[in-house]
């Protein structure tokens, strides 16, 4: 589950325009951004994702984008809709998958698959059923959009606390350090 969600958060923060910890973001474009995606998504060493591939993952990477910002507006209704034409788009179904373990028996796992089993589908369906349960289980204060100034990328909160407002520590800091000059110039 963790894993689906920090995954959806690193698709939209690499495929999404906007700002990034204070400076303009311009998503990676073709290849380039294909090199990342895999990257953050582990796709295996050696393996190139096809063109169609990239473009579905920048699909779904703008769908989560609106999912992410209309639950950080309170539009829980929007992500809903959004959640579930993403879902229907990627026909997200789970699936046991066994994986071997030491001793050799083997362990059976949930995991979520696509309509077909290519990597974009498959990261597609998986990314919106993890941010669906998250929603559905009334969890959706996890999912966020970052509250510095100058910054839009998202972020999946999995502390106990469940306090994050920050994409990352330089935003955190970014921000602690301008209400501190803000304070000292009064
Ligand atoms: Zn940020």
């Given at each position: 589950m963790q894993v689906l969600l920090a995954s959806a958060a690193?698709?939209?923060?690499?495929a999404t325009d906007g700002a990034a910890r204070g400076r303009p973001y311009r998503a990676p474009?073709?290849?380039?951004?294909?090199?990342?995606?895999?990257?953050?998504?582990?796709?295996?060493?050696?393996?190139?994702?096809?063109?169609?591939?990239?473009?579905?993952?920048?699909?779904?990477?703008?769908?989560?984008?609106?999912?992410f910002e209309a639950l950080a507006g309170g539009r829980t209704d929007?992500?809903?809709?959004?959640?579930?034409?993403?879902?229907?788009?990627?026909?997200?179904?789970?699936?046991?998958?066994?994986?071997?373990?030491?001793?050799?028996?083997?362990e059976w796992r949930v995991h979520f698959h696509g309509r077909d089993d290519s990597f974009a589908v498959g990261w597609s369906a998986g990314c919106a059923t993890g941010v669906a349960m998250v929603l559905g289980?009334?969890?959706?204060?996890r999912?966020?959009?970052?509250?510095a100034t100058g910054c839009d990328r998202v972020y999946a909160?999995?502390?106990?606390?469940?306090?994050?407002q920050f994409c990352s520590t330089a935003c955190q800091n970014r921000t602690k350090a301008a209400a501190f000059r803000a304070r000292q110039a009064r």
């Open positions: 690193a698709l939209v923060n690499i474009r073709g290849g380039e951004l294909g090199a990342a995606l895999a990257e953050a998504l582990g796709l295996p060493a050696g393996q190139v994702l096809a063109e169609g591939e990239i473009a579905r993952l920048g699909r779904t990477a703008g769908a989560l984008r609106e999912v929007d992500a809903a809709e959004a959640l579930n034409a993403l879902l229907d788009a990627n026909g997200a179904r789970p699936q046991l998958d066994k994986f071997e373990t030491e001793g050799g028996t083997g289980g009334g969890l959706a204060g999912l966020g959009v970052c509250a909160d999995a502390s106990r606390n469940a306090a994050r």
